[in-house]
């Protein structure tokens, strides 16, 4: 604490956030697809992202096979179960008041938490794929994060290319901006919400899988982000997607300058903090979201 | 009818009153816990079942309560009564802190807030461990009886559920029912809408203060993750909702039941207890999201005032 903070790590600080940010910024983009397309909150959106960490560990530790590899195998797997979930339950509570959506997205959350648990104990699992770090001038940084964040920026310009250019994309974002005048116009709004419920689900796997080479992987990891994925989705402007590319940077900055100028510890309040003032000034978030 | 219920309600009162002379230290506890969770459901009903406003970490108050109580009896020696009182108040506190921000907004952002304020709040007492003991937790001067904790949890029981009759057969209740209603046409009828929610909101935290305090007046041992627990609001919501929310007895009926039911049945399942919570959850939402009494209000076309 007593270190001088010079401008060689503010900077490095700085980078180190804005790799972080992109992870966070791609995964709460799903949070805020589901959101924005059927205001509903998604509590299990963590889990997911567990989820997509396990099969990544599973596969390097069967197959060997390389972690950004299976992204091929835990993006679709995790959209086919997104897609099941919003058929079988989600369906249900998406008009219905936002308490029914909360607490039914937390009772998938539990059970898959502890079907995780269940089927591959609690045990810490690690990847060891990549270690070291690259060299820049005076600033250092871990390979992981940095592929990490190349990663997330290339599926996160794929996710935005997906929703501005295709049609269903477009029928999509149509969804979300009115979902009675998109049935007017002959989109068939079940299936966008599957789409957009598996789309985000995929988002999330890709996280968990970037995320595995870097941390412990256990069934309650998945939490933190759910909890990450509200405040960027908040903090852009619930709804608004762009929205959720610069509150993921912003959240990405802001943990990683509090962990320099304070401590690691208190970056979730000091984010916390940071989400509430922007409530204060901005009620709509960043960039204008919309209420539900 | 009316003064059959009410006689009842008297019989019921006295009992309660009079069993810890017969009972065991066991069933003083369990009871205890009861009453606990009859406050903490019935407190939720007041700001998330008559405003519609869903407080998604309602726990955050009972850990405050807490934690308050505990300093206030562990280093300064205050009496555990006035210390769980002072619970209350800084959990009322907290409660102006958030509410006045996030209760202007509409949406989601209200449920997003209060989910974070649960969060932080376990991470700043885990970090602040000169006056909370951190990780390591805190702990209180032994304390032999519960049986004035008995009382005392169980008058706090009483007490919010009294507040809830009070506020549902009043004026100020009927204006936080129709905010839930709709809130612009709330609006448009003269109702200050934000200062119903935050009056509602501030009379939702007293209770859980209180009761945290006690509960850790009771244990004699509290920490980070004991008080802050996420599953423990769900708890609370399930109860409401089971029972029925925007009732006076929902809540009390919904503790009552789960409360038995997790006693009875889930201490038996360790490792399956959590999934089998997760999947009540699920099906509460799915077939009864209006609870039982909702039900019978619908078909018996029985009064509001229930």
Known sequence: MNLVITPTMVGQVVISGLLAGSLYAMVALGLGLIFGVMRVLNVAHGPMLMLGAYTTFWLFHWLGLS????????????????????????????????????????????????????????????????????????????????????????ITAGAFWFLQKTRLGKALRAVSQSREVAQVCGIDVQRIHMLAFGVASALAAAGGSLVAVMVAIQPEMGQVYTFKSFLVIVLGGAGNYPGALLGGLLLGLVEQLSSLFLTTQVNEAVAYLLLVLVLLVRPTGLLKGRSS | MKRALLAGLAVVLVALALYPMQATGYG??????????????????????????????????FGMGAYTAGILIGKLGWAWPAACLAGGVMAMVLALVI?????????????????????????????????????NGLSLPTLHASVPIYYAMGLVALAVTAL?????????????????????????????????????????????????????RDQGYIEPL??????????????????????????????????????????????????FFGAIIVAVVLLMPRGILGVLQQKYNLPRTI
């Not at chain 2, 200062?195 to 909101?201: D, V």
């Not at chain 2, 203060?209 to 850790?216: K, P």
């Open chain 2, 226 to 275: 004991s008080v802050f627990p996420l599953i423990m609001t769900i708890t609370m919501i399930v109860m409401v909702l089971f029972g029925g929310k925007g009732t006076i007895w929902g809540p009390v009926l919904g503790a009552v039941v789960l409360f038995v039911f997790q006693e009875l049945v889930w201490a038996r399942f360790i490792y399956l207890h959590q999934l």
């Open chain 2, 99 to 135: 509410g006045w921000p996030c209760l202007r907004l509409k949406g989601p952002y209200f449920a997003i807030a209060m989910l974070g304020l649960n969060e932080v709040l376990r991470v700043i007492v885990s970090y602040y461990e000169g006056l909370t003991g951190g990780g």
């Open chain 2, 164 to 216: 809830t009759y009070l506020i549902i057969t009043s004026r100020f209740g009927l204006r936080l029912m129709t905010i839930r209603e709709d809130e612009v046409a709330a609006e448009a009828m003269g109702i200050d809408a934000f200062r119903h929610k935050l009056y509602a909101f501030l009379l939702s935290a007293v209770g859980p203060g209180v009761v945290g305090g006690l509960a850790a």
């Open chain 1, 67 to 154: 972690p950004y590899l299976s992204l091929l195998v835990s993006m679709p797997a995790l959209f086919v179960v997104g897609v099941v979930l919003q058929r079988l339950l989600v369906r249900r509570v998406v008009d219905a008041p936002e308490l029914s959506s909360l607490l039914l997205t937390f009772g998938v959350s539990i059970a898959l938490v502890n079907l995780t648990q269940l089927a591959f104990t609690s045990d810490l699992r690690s990847v060891e794929y990549l270690t070291g770090s690259f060299l820049l001038g005076p600033f250092a940084f871990s390979k992981s994060r940095v592929i990490a964040c190349a990663f997330a920026i290339l």
């Open chain 2, 28 to 61: 003083v506890r369990t009871m205890l816990q009861l009453f606990m969770w009859v406050a903490l459901a019935q407190s939720w009903n007041l700001i998330s079942g008559l405003t519609g406003y869903v407080s998604f970490g309602h726990v955050a108050f």
